[in-house]
Structures are given as C-alpha cells and as structure tokens.
C-alpha cells in the first residue's frame, strides 16, 4: 500500500498531467474491469486455485450482449441474461474443479480457449457498436462535481460485500483454511468442493458484469473485447501480496495492487515510455512480486536454522 | 452431495431472470432506440489565408507499434511535421485491439496534443475518447481505417474502391495483350472491401475496351498464405487456357507470385495485384510479375501531417470542397463527410521498386 501512495506521489511531482482530475477519472475508467474481476480471483486464489477464463467469460458475454442486442431484446433483458450467462460459464469451469476434480489451471486454460471461440462463433470478426447514446454516456458518466465515475461506486460496493466475506465471516476463514490444506479443511468439516464451485460461479458473475461495463463503456459489443485481461487481473491479485500457492492475502491489499499497475503504466505512458517499455516493467514488477516474498521466506528460514532459540513464525 | 442445492440454486438464478424479464417489457430495444445522427458534424469556417502554426504538437496513433506498415506511414508523418516545424510522436498499443488505442488517446488529449493522428482498430470503441480529446481542443484526423464520421475532423483515405478496380483492370489488360481469360484471387469470401474491389472491376471490365477479356472464376485464398497457393495452383489446372490473374491482397499475391515462380507457367501467366514492394521484390526481378500496385504508406502519414496542420491553423474546419496544401503532395481538396483521398495506387515495376522498402 505504501508503494501505491509513493508510486502517486512520484508521478504527481514528476508527470505532467498525472494528478489532473480528468487523467484520474480516464484511469479509474480504466482500471473498473480489472478491479472488478480481481475481487472474486483474489477469493479464488486465497483457496489456492485459479481461473484464467475471466478474460475470455469477459468477451463473450460482450459478444452475446451484441447478439442479443441486434436480435432486438430490450437491455433491460439483457443485462440479467448476461448475468445468468456468466453464472453458468463460471459453474461449468466449477463442476470441472469440484467434481471432477481437475487442477484448476489446466480446466480454465481450456475454457480461456472454449469461451473466447464461442464469442466469434457469435459474432464472428463485426461489432455490435449501436448501443444506445444513453446508456453508454451512464458507463462513463461521473458522479457530479467530481472526476469520479460512477462505475468506482459499483467496485466500491462489490470490494466491500466480497471484503467482508473474506475477512469477517466463517467462509472466508474456511477459504483461507482450504488455500493453507485443503485435506485438513475438509475433515474439519468444510465442504471444499461447493465452495468453489460458488466461487467459480461468483467470478462467472462478476466476469460478465465487467463485459457488460466494457461492452457500453466502449461502445463496442466484440468477441475479442478483454483478450488478455486475465493476465493483468492476475498480476494485480498477486502484486496486491495474495499468494500464488493460497491461504494468504486481503483484499484491500489486491485493490492496491489494481492500483499500483493502473497508476504505473499511466504515468509512464503520460512519460512518453513505449508500449514495450511498459509490458517489460509490468512483468518485471510481477516477477518481483512473486519472488520478493518467497526470498522473504527462504532468508527467514535460514536464520531461523541458524538460531533455533528463535520462535518458529507462522506466514 | 452437492447437486441438490446447487441445482436449485442456479434454478432460482434462471426464475430471477425470468421475472425480469416480465418485468422489462417495452424496455430499450434496437427498434426502439434513435441512433444519433452519423454524419460529419462541421461547425464554422475556415480560413484559408490564415498562417500555418508552427510548433504544432502533431502526434500519431497507429492501430500498434512495431508493425511495418505504420512504421512506414507514421516515418511520412514525421517528415512531414519537421517540414511543418511541428512536434513529432508515435504512440500506441503493442497489440492491435479495439480497446487498447483509447488510453493512449486519453493519454494525448492529456499532454495537449494540437493534433491526434490515428488509424482505428475499432470505428466505434475510440470514438468516445476521440470526442472527449476533440473537447479538449485536438483536431482528430484518422488515416487508412476510419471511425464514424461523426468523431473526428477528416479521414485521409488511402484509395477509393474505384480508383483500386480501374487500376487492377487497367495492369491486368495491358499484360495480357486486352484479350483473354482471367480469375481473381481474392481473401475471405466475406471481406467487405475485397467484394466491393470485385464487383467495381466487374463493372470495369463491361467497358468496351476490355470486351475481348472474360473473367472465369473468383477464388478465395481466405488471406492465408498456403491456402493462397492451393488455390492458385487449382486455378491454373482447371482453366489452363488462363492468361492472367488478379490478386487484390498482399498475402494472396505474395503466395500466388510463389507458385507461378516454381512452375512451368512462369512468365507465361500474367500475375497483378495489391502486394507490398518487400513481399513482391523477387518475383520482380526474376521476371515472374510484372508489375503490381499499393498505396504509398508514407504518403498517407505525410498527407494526414498536412491535413491537421491546416485544421489546427483553423485553415480548414473538414467541410466539403476546403482545398489545403500538402507539401510536396500538392493541393488537396476535402471530399464528403470530411474524407481527403490520397490519389490512385502506385505502380511498382522494375524500374523503381527498389526505391521502396516497406
């Protein structure tokens, strides 16, 4: 958290155009999606699993959206059945992790591959861009006297609802109890499998409610809408200090680490550095964010070899 | 053990949306919903004696960096602005999606670009953030991929649909003596602008200059290099009467230049296109082609510097029939809805392909 506020400070003093309120409310527009997504993967990740097929639930409930728009039903209609859409993609990649018992990396791999497919089977390489004037001005619109846009109040909303699961409620212990052993979390009675699989759905969900925000935030209903997303939505989980190996992490840790990307490469992009540029610093940074802790853990290992009168920390 | 619960949970989810569906009848639908208005929205007048203004922040937005073509294209852009006494930049994605440029717009409109440079991965996804940097005072001009008209100041388009099919037509006849039969090589069966070109060189060919000339066949390559050479290896075996083809694609012209260089036919059967002097270079020079057509990609960059200058020196405002000068291009004249055609496809032969390298 530390790092965001002088990651913004920096850019502040040394950017031209960071701290403006419209450059803050461009980033915020920006960052909504991957915010979104990460607070159900960083539940997802806590239980020591993954979905990677966000991204890719993301573009074809876009595609859908289009469809289904052009096929004239109304958005009020719409919206719901995208939802529901994304609570059934999301309960396929968990019957396949529950009850099949499959590693979670290898299913959703290959639903990041099935539903990206399935979005140009729907709409093939057109886009749906005729969405009406007043809902894609709402996808944008800020809340007024402020460079705010409302969609920050919806991530605000859904980061509390899922804050508070995680850190304030029996699941979320059992979750971080799952991610730590999951065979010890099952024989103190609870039930791993339907766990996760509503955590599979909950991402499904949330995953289509940012292609629902995307779809009119750009206007553009488009099977390849989010490609890639994932992998930002993962970097931003795992820089927020939510462990790739599960039962350690918070949430307000993962929105910091939303942040500290968005800010980044915005101000590095406001910097004139280069796409290139930017991609290698955003890999490095995740490198460092996976390596720095278990260096961390290694070097606290050696000491304690070296001094056995040392209370044993528990991570 | 779970099933139970879940089923009915997701049951319940499925009547949810079910009663909102009730719910929400005469809600907005497509029919039902205006469409705002799509044409060029040009307000004011320019002025035509007004001074160029120098130190003009002129800054490119390709569809990605790195790719051959805007390297190109911006490269004309660049020479264009230092002739302007200009600022010059590139920016953009590194991958060529929808909504990836809309950032870097907002990144520019930020900085206080004068001019924003772009060609559109999407007509629609940047639209919103070109409107907003327009609000923020940048002229938008779009180059080779246009958005909606109503969200930039003037489109500098590569070629007409025309002047492509009366270029093709033309190579084609005077390889081939004016007589003879020839098929097309073509992308995807779907393409949007292929089937215009085709239809247009359709029409082109009903002149009576080319009545002794008979199309056979279209053939569709789907823009894949191998597919491409099949399918031109099919066509010479079932037409062997054929004298030429027409391939108004890079990659299928590239890939049917490769076969007819390996082949009994060389130099026998006439090959023209759309292809890129780097792609087409040694099938040139070993006598396969003998000549094929492309825009100049650095033109279009270099026309696009002028055009914004002159709108940001309020010159021109992107109305219809505006004329502005373009360095070393000559004069241009704003067509409809704002749209500036940078002039028929060059000609690559011989004697001047190795002055290009794109």
Not at chain 1, 45 to 55: Q, R
Not at chain 2, 247 to 275: D, E, F, H, M, W
Request: glycine fraction near 12%; include cysteine.
């Amino acid at each position: 958290m530390t790092t965001v506020i002088l990651v913004i400070l920096a850019a502040s003093v040394g950017v031209d155009g960071f701290a403006s309120g419209r450059n803050w409310g461009f980033l915020l527009l920006d960052l909504a999606p991957i915010a979104l997504i990460a607070l159900p993967m960083t539940l997802i990740v806590v239980t020591g699993e993954i979905d990677l097929s966000v991204a890719s639930i993301l573009g074809l409930t876009s595609a859908v959206m289009g469809q289904l728009w052009v096929s004239n039903l109304p958005l009020e209609l719409i919206v719901p059945l995208i939802l529901l859409l994304g609570a059934l993609l999301g309960a396929v990649n968990g019957l396949f992790v529950t009850r099949f018992a499959l590693p979670s990396l290898a299913v959703t791999i290959g639903t990041l591959a099935l539903y990206r497919g399935l979005a140009f089977v729907v709409l093939g390489d057109r886009a749906v861009a005729d969405f009406p004037f007043s809902w894609t001005e709402a996808a944008i619109s800020t809340i007024p006297g402020t460079p705010v846009p409302w969609v920050v109040v919806l991530v605000a909303v859904l980061a509390i609802g899922f804050g508070v699961l995680l850190h304030a409620t029996p699941v979320g212990r059992a979750l971080f109890a799952m991610g730590n052993n999951a065979d010890a979390a099952a024989f103190s009675g609870i039930s791993v499998g339907r766990t996760k699989f509503w955590l599979y759905v909950a991402a499904g969900v949330v995953s289509a409610l940012a292609g629902v925000f995307w779809t009119l935030r750009y206007g553009s209903a488009r099977a390849d809408n989010g490609t890639g997303l994932e992998l930002q939505v993962v970097a931003a989980v795992l820089l927020g200090g939510v462990s790739i190996f599960g039962g350690r992490g918070t949430l307000l840790g993962v929105l910091g680490g939303v942040l500290l990307l968005g800010t980044l490469r915005n101000a590095l992009q406001l910097a004139d550095v280069s796409a290139d540029a930017l991609t290698v610093v955003t890999g490095a940074l995740l490198i460092v964010s996976v390596v720095g802790p278990n260096a961390v853990r290694m070097a606290r290992q050696h000491l304690r070899r070296r001094s056995p009168a040392l209370n044993p920390a528990k991570p | 053990m779970t099933r139970r619960p879940t089923l009915r949970a997701l049951t319940g989810l499925a009547l949810a949306a079910v009663l909102a569906t009730t719910a929400a009848c005469g809600g907005t639908t497509r029919s039902g919903s205006d469409d705002g208005g799509s044409g060029s929205q040009v307000t004011g007048k320019g002025d035509p004696d007004a001074p160029t203004k120098s130190g003009l922040k002129i800054s490119y937005l390709p569809k990605q960096i790195n790719n051959p073509y805007f390297t190109v294209a911006d490269g004309g852009g660049k020479v264009a602005v230092t002739e302007l006494k200009g600022v010059y930049k590139e920016v953009g994605p590194s991958d060529a999606s929808a909504s990836s440029q809309v950032s870097y717009i907002n990144t520019l409109s930020q900085q206080g670009t004068d001019v924003i440079v772009t060609s559109a991965n999407d007509p629609n996804a940047i639209c919103g953030a070109l409107k907003q940097a327009r609000a923020a005072k940048a002229k938008v001009v779009t180059f080779d991929s246009d958005t909606d008209p109503s969200c930039r100041d003037m489109f500098i388009n590569q070629v007409t649909a025309q002047g492509i099919a009366e270029n093709q037509v033309k190579l084609i006849s005077d390889q081939i003596g004016g007589a003879g039969k020839i098929a097309i090589l073509s992308a995807t069966p779907n393409a949007t602008n292929q089937n215009a070109w085709i239809e247009l060189m359709k029409t082109e060919l009903k002149k009576p200059e080319y009545s002794k000339i008979q199309l056979v066949t279209t053939a569709y390559g789907n823009d894949d290099d191998q597919k491409s050479f099949q399918e031109t290896q099919g066509l010479l075996a079932s037409n062997p009467d054929l004298k030429g083809i027409i391939s108004p694609t890079t990659v299928g012209v590239a890939a049917a230049a490769r076969y007819l260089s390996g082949s009994q036919y060389k130099g026998k059967v006439a090959l023209t296109g759309l292809g890129t002097p780097n792609q087409m270079r040694q099938y040139i020079k070993d006598g396969t082609v003998k000549n094929f057509a492309l825009w100049k990609p650095a033109d279009l960059g270099y026309l696009a510097a002028y055009a914004g200058a002159a709108l940001a020196s309020g010159q021109i405002v992107g109305a219809e029939g505006e004329k502005f000068k373009a360095g070393k291009l000559g004069e241009y004249t704003v067509g409809k809805d704002g749209a500036v055609v940078l002039g028929p496809p060059t000609v690559f032969d011989a004697s001047n392909i190795d002055q290009f390298n794109f």
